[in-house]
C-alpha cells in the first residue's frame, strides 16, 4: 500500500470511527459529543472526494448513517419521528456536503486565508445540508398540515445556528489535526536533512 493509499484508509477509517461515536446525540451532552455528520460529509469530500473510489466511500458514509439510525431507533430507544418519507432526502443533503469539500478541496491550504475559506464552505455546506433536509421535512413528513411555511421555519430557526456551528467546530478541529500533522511532517524532514 502507498502513502498515498495509506492515508486515505485511515483518514476514512477517522471519519466513519468519528461518525460512529456521535451520531447519537445532535447536539452533545455531559456524556456524549454533538453529531458530527454533517462535518463528517463535509470533510469526506474534502480529503477524499477527488480520490479513486470517492463515491463508494460516500457511499458508505450514507449506509453507515442510516444503519446508526436503524441501531439507536430500535435498539437504543432513540425516537423515530424523523424517519419519514423524507428521511431519503438526507442522501441529497450529505451529498451537498460533500460535494462542497470536494469543490473546496483544490482552494484548501493551511494559510489564514485558506482557513476562513475553509470555514465558510463548512458553514455554507451545512448551511445547504440544513435547508435540504428542513425543507424535505416539512414537505414530506406528513406532521405540518396544519403548520404555515412561516411558522415551521420559526420553529426549525433555532436549530440551524447549532448545526452549523458544530459541524465548522469539528471542521476547524479536522483543520487543528491536519496543521499538526503537517508540523510534525515538516519536523521530520528537517531532522532527516540534517
Known amino acids: 500500500m502507498n502513502i498515498s493509499q495509506n492515508k486515505t484508509v485511515w483518514i476514512a477509517s477517522a471519519l466513519l470511527l468519528l461518525m460512529a461515536l456521535t451520531r447519537y446525540n445532535h447536539f452533545g451532552s455531559a456524556m456524549a459529543l454533538p453529531d458530527a455528520s454533517y462535518a463528517v460529509f463535509f470533510l469526506g469530500g474534502l480529503f477524499l472526494g477527488r480520490m479513486r473510489g470517492a463515491l463508494g466511500i460516500l457511499a458508505l458514509l450514507m449506509v453507515e448513517a442510516a444503519l446508526i439510525d436503524y441501531y439507536a431507533i430500535n435498539f437504543r430507544e432513540v425516537s423515530g419521528y424523523c424517519v419519514t418519507s423524507a428521511y431519503s432526502f438526507l442522501v441529497l443533503a450529505y451529498g451537498a456536503l460533500w460535494f462542497v ?67 465548522v467546530f469539528y471542521v476547524g478541529s479536522a483543520a ?12 521530520t524532514r528537517q531532522a532527516d536533512v540534517r
Open 176 to 187: 487543528g489535526v491536519q496543521m499538526l500533522f503537517a508540523f510534525l511532517g515538516n519536523k
Open 101 to 167: 469539500g470536494r469543490w473546496y478541496a483544490p482552494r484548501h491550504n493551511l494559510t489564514f486565508k485558506g482557513m476562513a475559506g475553509l470555514f465558510m464552505a463548512g458553514a455554507a455546506a451545512g448551511s445547504a445540508a440544513f435547508i435540504i433536509a428542513n425543507v424535505s421535512f416539512y414537505l414530506l413528513a406528513g406532521y405540518f398540515d396544519r403548520m404555515s411555511v412561516v411558522q415551521y421555519v420559526s420553529s426549525v430557526a433555532q436549530y440551524y445556528l447549532p448545526y452549523v456551528a458544530v459541524a
